[in-house]
C-alpha cells in the first residue's frame, strides 16, 4: 500500500551543484539537506520545503527534462511569481487548469518546474 511520496529527483550536469545551490536556496527558498556520505560521494545535492524534498542528481549525458516536472504548491503565487522574476527565473503563467492558478519556471540547468495555488 502507497503511503506517501518521499521525493522527487531531477537530473542535472556535472559540476553544476553551485548553480543548483544558489537557485533552490537563494530563489526557491528551499533548504538544503545533507546527503548520506555514501550518496555524497556521487554529486548532486538535495534540498526540501515543509515535507517537499527535491533530490538532484548528477548525469553524465544529462539532458534537461522538459515535459516531466515536479509540481510544486505555494501560498501567494502572485508574490511567489513576483520573486522569481525579479530574482532572474523565467515565469510563464498558464490558466488551462481549471480551480487553480499556476505558471511554469524552470531551474538553473533547464528543468522544467511547476508551481500552482488552488484558485480561491
Known sequence: MLVALDHVQLAAPVGSEDRLRAY???????TE???????????????????????LGIQR?????????PWLRVRDIEAYAARLTALG????????LPGHRRFYSEDPVGNRLEFLEPAP
Open 24 to 30: 533552490y536556496t537563494g530563489v526557491l527558498g528551499m
Open 33 to 55: 539537506i545533507p546527503k548520506p556520505p555514501a550518496l555524497a560521494a556521487r554529486g548532486g545535492c538535495w534540498f526540501e520545503a515543509g515535507f517537499v524534498q527535491l533530490h
Open 61 to 69: 549525458d544529462f539532458r534537461p527534462a522538459k515535459k516531466a516536472h
Open 89 to 96: 527565473a523565467p515565469v510563464t503563467w498558464d490558466d488551462a
